[in-house]
């Protein structure tokens, strides 16, 4: 038998698949691209500007040291700012930078005769001071230099009172006995810090300086006398290791 021609299967054209596209995803990548190109464009001119200008370092130290003259009008405005003014332990004054002026300039005087006069007995007042100075971190044509500032930012005063040695009652200093019936003992007042440096330590630096200082004097105690209302005070004082006596 004749052969039969050869029979061509055609395979069906299958129709292409819609390609799915996220359109929302696409734009935030675009975005996203954008973004942190233009961050790398931003770093890059603040380099540029950092080593054009010379960006300054500040850096900060605090200082104990025993008062000047100089010093007793900074010490007396951080004093006046500080202390407790209204009825309330946590009302605030609604006080004027003139009024804080005011009381600081008739202040400063009573610091002068209480802890830098000679009264016959010991007396000192101790100033916290911050100290910054300011380095360049790269040098650059209008480099003037390093800077440096400082200004008080804590207080506290101390003198010698006379006490009677049963009632603890405070006495003038003319009635000491000897120590028979009347006792000498270091009173610490005026313990202040500026707000800008509170949380930092400072009181308790000022107080451990004062310590020490009222050590080289002889004595192996340090007073002071706070309000009973004074809660806020209270706990400072608790929290340097004071106790009601």
Not at 19 to 36: D, P, V
Not at 47 to 66: D, F, V, Y
Not at 70 to 95: H, I, K, Q, S, Y
Request: charged share 25%.
């Amino acid at each position: 038998p004749a052969a039969s021609p050869p029979c061509h299967v055609q395979r069906p054209r299958l129709p292409r698949q819609p390609r799915l596209r996220i359109r929302g995803f696409q734009e935030a990548r675009r975005g996203y691209l954008a973004a942190s190109a233009g961050a790398l464009v931003a770093a890059g001119r603040a380099r540029k500007a950092q080593q054009r200008h010379g960006l300054r370092a500040t850096s900060s130290t605090i200082l104990i040291e025993e008062a000047t003259s100089g010093d007793l009008l900074p010490a007396a405005d951080v004093a006046v700012r500080a202390l407790r003014w209204t009825e309330g332990w946590l009302d605030t004054p609604n006080f004027s930078d003139e009024d804080y002026a005011l009381l600081s300039g008739r202040e400063a005087p009573t610091y002068q005769s209480l802890y830098l006069a000679d009264n016959g007995y010991p007396s000192t007042l101790l100033v916290a001071r911050l100290q910054e100075r300011e380095e360049k971190k790269e040098s650059s044509w209008f480099d003037f230099g390093s800077g440096s500032s400082s200004k008080v930012v804590g207080c506290v005063g101390c003198e010698v009172k006379c006490f009677n040695r049963l009632t603890n009652e405070m006495l003038p200093a003319t009635q000491y006995d000897g120590g028979k019936q009347t006792v000498l003992r270091p009173v610490m007042a005026d313990l202040a810090v500026s707000s800008e440096c509170r949380g930092r330590g400072v009181g308790r630096k000022l107080v451990e300086k004062l310590e020490a200082v009222v050590r080289d004097w002889g004595y192996d105690e340090l007073v002071l006398l706070v309000e009973a209302t004074n809660f806020q005070a209270r706990g400072v004082y608790e929290r340097l290791n004071y106790r009601l006596a």
